[in-house]
């Protein structure tokens, strides 16, 4: 049995990493980067009637820097941003759109067309349809004797 319900709500989780965000910023610590950034790129995942649709913002990012890959129920984005041509790392005062490469790992629903996936890429965002298998039905195994 999955752990995670694909219906279940995990607003309240979402609403503590907030305040805990908001907590962290407003302590004046000695180090920095206690709270890693959020993970690029960022994500909506849908249910619709007929499939999964799954969209993430890429800013400053090509469709040719991007890898999609769909396996044992993750789905696995992985791409490169690359850094600005004519600004070196000192003349940065604030930066909160890293370059480099990155990936980010996503579980699926079990009940999805892994070879029915399909992906398009318009204007810095990726739109990934995942079709929905059709329910797994249970069915009477014959036990033989010997």
Not at 30 to 38: A, D, S, T, V
Not at 55 to 70: K, N, R
């Amino acid at each position: 049995m999955p752990v995670f319900q694909w219906r279940q709500s995990w607003d309240q989780f979402r609403d503590l990493e907030r305040e805990m965000d908001r907590l962290l910023e407003s302590i004046k610590l000695p180090f920095h980067n206690l709270r890693q950034q959020h993970q690029f790129p960022a994500v909506n995942f849908y249910e619709l009637d007929d499939k999964y649709l799954l969209v993430a913002e890429m800013p400053g990012i090509v469709a040719q820097d991007v890898e999609l890959t769909v396996a044992g129920g993750m789905l696995t984005l992985a791409g490169n941003r690359t850094a600005p041509p004519d600004v070196s790392d000192d003349a940065f005062r604030r930066r909160e759109r890293p370059h480099g490469a990155w990936q980010r790992s996503l579980s699926i629903p079990e009940r999805v067309h892994e070879d029915k996936v399909t992906a398009e890429f318009s204007e810095g965002v990726l739109s990934v349809h995942l079709p929905k298998a059709d329910d797994v039905k249970p069915r009477q195994i014959p036990v033989a004797t010997s």
